[in-house]
Nanobody, 114 residues
Framework: VQLVESGGGLVQPGGSLRLSCAAS????????MGWHRQAPGKQRELVAT???????NYADSVKGRFTISRDNGKNTVYLQMNSLKPEDTAVYFC?????????WGQGTQVTVSS
């Protein structure tokens, strides 16, 4: 299983970024996918999930600003992040659970700063 994130970077407060996570080695269509993040000195936290059927769930801190989506044809899950705040600064990780095993990507840095 391999998850490769991309799309992070430096953005000003109020700006937008779109993260991508390309998956391989799994039957992408049947797996729920998630985005998590870890800020310096803090625990990793769940940001958003999307089921195989397209149902979504979000952390309260990002509701109304972030949108998770998936393209089964491209084996890719996305995280559209709008109205970014400095507190959104973190390394963002993609995750998939296959059976009882969880897999993480290498992460992509998002920095929100003026």
């Amino acid at each position: 299983v391999q998850l490769v994130e991309s799309g992070g970077g430096l953005v000003q407060p109020g700006g937008s970024l779109r993260l991508s996570c390309a998956a391989s080695g799994i039957d992408f269509r049947v797996n729920a996918m998630g985005w998590h993040r870890q800020a310096p000195g803090k625990q990793r936290e769940l940001v958003a999930t999307v089921t195989s059927g397209g149902s979504t769930n979000y952390a309260d801190s990002v509701k109304g600003r972030f949108t998770i989506s998936r393209d089964n044809g491209k084996n890719t899950v996305y995280l559209q992040m709008n109205s970014l705040k400095p507190e959104d600064t973190a390394v963002y990780f993609c995750r998939v659970t296959v059976g009882i095993a969880g897999y993480w990507g290498q992460g992509t840095q998002v920095t929100v700063s003026s």
